[in-house]
């Protein structure tokens, strides 16, 4: 179901905010993103299939918009998660020649989008601009400050994922997005990491200081939930390694990872074995032991520790269907 607040000029912009049970959050959010002194920008607004008043809300805000002359778009859909449901919105209902980015809850100050909007025009070389974060309570108070200043470097080996203050600040030009084939929907989380490793290999990132944005913490988030933190951090881990091992002209594991996967967690599908058989990260580990290359060691091995603990709790339970374990 689609709503729009009118509008027949091709948008320069086009902002995606992604929202499942923040009801109390969209009034002020949605307010920020609609004030930009920026013109010839449109929202989407996407309903991820929420159980509480979220969607109403959003739909309140359409007339606010429209007096602006903003055009709001909501997308009301059944639940399909954070990734699936950015990736389609960006590649299914977005046009414009810049995709931005708005955090369900946070907060856009009135001069982010234009400013990013000038530093990606600067140089056609630009893929991805952020700007400096405040991180806040929901009640305003100031938790930390993130800022990066110009090119965001890139050294995967060493760790260095070029990218902005965080996932939700980011303006990205649509033929960079495009050339890399977007968000993959394998990474539940981490999803941003996986994009910045890939969108960096054909363009640079660059960010202002200037502090433009301001990311809320909220109880639900998955910095808050530590089992989803944990997750976060194993599939940051797997795409920086994958963007190690296509930097050196091998194959992207990722895709086979995830035609052996069940669709939802490579965690709970990937029998140990198969990625010893499949990887041969025993080789591997070897070699960057042999190589001083300890950091990739370490990368390799925790890898090989995660999927190991996976498979153990995952046997205890009975196992995915076919994958190993009882449920093989």
């Known amino acids: 179901m689609n709503e ?63 007096e602006r002359g903003v055009e709001l778009v909501v997308w009301a ?17 977005t046009t414009a020649p810049y995709i931005g980015l708005h955090g ?25 601009a952020g700007c400096g974060v405040r991180v806040v309570t929901p009640d305003g108070n100031t938790l930390s400050t993130r800022t990066f200043d110009g090119i965001a470097p890139r050294d995967l080996v060493h760790g260095k994922v070029p990218k902005p203050a965080t996932h939700e600040c980011a303006v990205i030009r649509r033929s960079a997005y495009e050339s890399i084939g977007g968000y993959r929907e394998f990474f539940r ?4 990491s996986d994009l910045w490793v890939r969108l960096s290999r ?3 990132i660059v960010n202002t200081p200037e502090i433009l944005f301001e990311k809320v913490a909220i109880a639900e988030s998955v910095s808050a939930d530590w089992r989803k933190s944990l ?6 881990t797997l795409a920086l390694q994958a963007g190690i091992a296509v930097d050196r002209g091998q194959v992207d594991p990722i895709p086979e990872l995830a035609a052996i996967s069940d669709g939802t967690n490579w965690q709970r599908a990937v029998d140990p074995r198969q990625l010893l058989a499949r990887f041969r990260f025993w080789k ?18 925790q890898e090989l520790i995660a999927a190991y603990f996976a498979a153990v709790v995952w046997w205890l339970r009975g196992g995915p269907p076919g994958a190993y374990g009882r449920g093989a």
Request: glycine residues 10%; aromatic residues 8%.
């Open 4 to 66: 729009d607040s009118g509008g027949t000029a091709a948008p320069i912009i086009d902002v995606v905010t992604v929202w499942y049970n923040r009801a109390y959050r969209v009034a002020e959010s949605i307010g920020s993103i609609i004030a930009q002194d920026l013109t010839g920008y449109r929202v989407f607004a996407v309903d991820d299939g929420s159980t509480d008043d979220t969607l109403e809300r959003l739909r309140e805000m359409v007339a606010p918009a429209r």
């Open 77 to 93: 859909k059944e639940n399909e998660g954070f990734t699936r449901s950015l990736k389609r919105c960006i590649e299914e209902r």
């Open 104 to 128: 369900s809850g946070d907060i856009s100050y009135p001069s982010r989008l234009s400013t990013l909007l000038a530093l990606l025009e600067t140089d056609a070389g630009n893929a991805a």
């Open 189 to 192: 989380y981490a999803q941003d």
């Open 202 to 204: 054909v363009g640079t």
């Open 231 to 236: 997750a976060q951090r194993k599939y940051s």
């Open 284 to 301: 591997r580990i070897g070699g960057a032991i042999r190589d001083g290359r300890w950091r990739e060691a370490v990368g390799l091995l």
